[in-house]
């Protein structure tokens, strides 16, 4: 049985400091009337992994639909069909040009503005917008969110943290203006909390958190009253949706801790021990987000720039950012390719939620351009040429995946994110050093 009435695409179960935000359902197409279905909207994520990668593990071989992944990519094999990955893009403003010193800041800097930081430890930051925002003031009114912005590690916007570069450089890699960096949020339960807040929210995860409630369990009347409307598949669909949400609820609830629980860690309160547990729930809170519309604009830094993490789990015990100064010295290249390949792995999870997410004749992944990379491509040498740079989904059509496209080297980097914008109907002419869309494309 198909769905017995159509309602509106922005429709919200609500409840006390709460409005819960739907993914699709045959419902809301206008198919029954004979119309055409509506399309689905394009969204965009931005992925960044500090200090470079080792690059012979991580460039693949070949050309256009014949090539290989490489070791490094390995984990993205299942979804070959979904990336395009491209050799040749450049993000010059990763570079000194004058300034000394600092390559570490200036690639988070750089990354999504292409413009250059000004060399400064105090207030008087500037750097340029960055893609997501640029796109966000086009199209981020038609979400509740315009963009969403999330990260594992702290950040502060003060003090010298990269040879003379305000820590705001290294914290951060979206700005909304040439002097204000959107803070990105860190907290499992606090992302997943603005997915779901109403004016009221405050008042919501109060009464959530005193009687250990679910959020589905204030949206339990209108959820009851929602189902009467609906058909057997949109039903079905629904309780897939309501199961998915209580899932990551639990486990974001198990995995928070307190600073009395783990006291050798520098974790705030609430954050997973683990970091493969912090990583994947920030991977379903974008997910999430992206299913129910909430918003269609989100970036996420693995690591803040320069982060010398270290990843006991996989067998490095060294801290990452020491690590990527090898001076090819091969037990500390090798433990960088495995840090570069268990983040892959991370992202490859992403692929796999994104994909398993039905959105009428394709996927959430199909209707998506995820982009995963950093402006640093060695991390040994600083360069910022010939960067790795992985683009994932098909934005609804418009990009032919499964292909590895080469440039010419000096090609922006913001080239592609002028075309991905363009792509997910954000017309941005212009973005730092870009030239126009990314030829052949």
């Known amino acids: 049985m198909s769905s017995l009435t159509n309602i509106p695409r922005r429709t919200f179960l609500r409840g006390i400091g709460t409005a819960m935000a739907l993914p699709v359902l045959e419902a809301m197409t206008p198919t029954a009337r004979g119309a055409q279905a509506a399309k689905a909207p394009v969204r965009m994520a931005f992925v960044f992994f500090p200090n470079g990668a080792i690059v012979p593990t991580w460039k693949p071989e070949g050309k256009d639909a014949d090539w290989q992944l490489s070791s490094t990519l390995q984990p993205l094999a299942k979804h070959k069909q979904d990336i395009t990955v491209f050799t040749g893009l450049t993000q010059h403003h990763g570079r000194a040009n004058g300034d000394g010193g600092g390559d570490h800041a200036r690639n988070a800097g750089s990354f999504l503005t292409g413009a250059q930081p000004r060399k400064t430890a105090g207030a008087d930051i500037k750097l ?18 315009p963009s969403l912005e999330l990260g594992v590690e702290r950040g502060r916007n003060s003090g010298n943290c990269d040879s003379g570069y305000s820590c705001a450089y290294s914290a951060n890699i979206s700005w909304k203006s040439e002097t204000t960096p959107m803070a990105k949020e860190i907290n499992p339960k606090l992302a997943f909390e603005r997915l779901f807040g109403s004016a009221d929210a405050a008042k919501g995860q109060a009464e959530r958190d005193l009687y250990r409630k679910s959020i589905l369990d204030l949206v339990a009347e209108d959820a009851a009253l929602l189902r009467k409307k609906l058909g057997n598949k949109d039903q079905r669909k629904l309780d897939e949706y309501f199961n998915s949400v209580r899932e990551l609820e639990l486990r974001i609830e198990r995995s928070a801790t307190t600073r009395t629980e783990v006291p050798e860690y520098d974790v705030p309160e609430g954050i997973p021990r683990e970091i493969d547990a912090h990583i994947r729930l920030m991977y379903d809170v974008m997910t999430l987000a992206f299913q129910t519309d909430t918003t269609r604009i989100s970036t996420f830094m693995l690591a803040n720039a320069g982060s010398n993490r270290s990843y006991p789990t996989i067998g490095v015990n060294g801290g990452h950012h020491s690590l990527s100064h090898h001076r090819n010295d091969q037990k ?56 790795p740079i992985v683009l994932a989904g098909q934005g609804g059509g418009q990009l032919a995946s499964g292909q590895l496209r080469h440039y010419p080297n000096e090609t922006p980097l913001n080239n592609l994110f002028v075309s991905m914008c363009g792509m997910a109907g954000a017309n941005v002419k212009q973005l730092g050093d870009s030239t126009g869309p990314l030829a052949n494309l």
Do not use: C, P, W
């Open 332 to 387: 500390k290249m090798d433990d960088i390719s495995k840090i570069d390949k268990y983040l892959v792995t991370q992202f490859a999870y992403f692929l796999d939620k994104l994909k398993s997410v039905q959105e009428g004749e394709g996927t959430l992944l199909d209707n998506s351009l995820i982009l995963y990379g950093s402006a640093i491509a060695d991390g040994n040498r600083h360069s910022h040429h010939d960067l």
């Open 128 to 145: 340029g917008v960055s893609v997501d925002q640029a796109a966000a003031q086009m199209i981020g009114g038609q979400t509740r969110l």
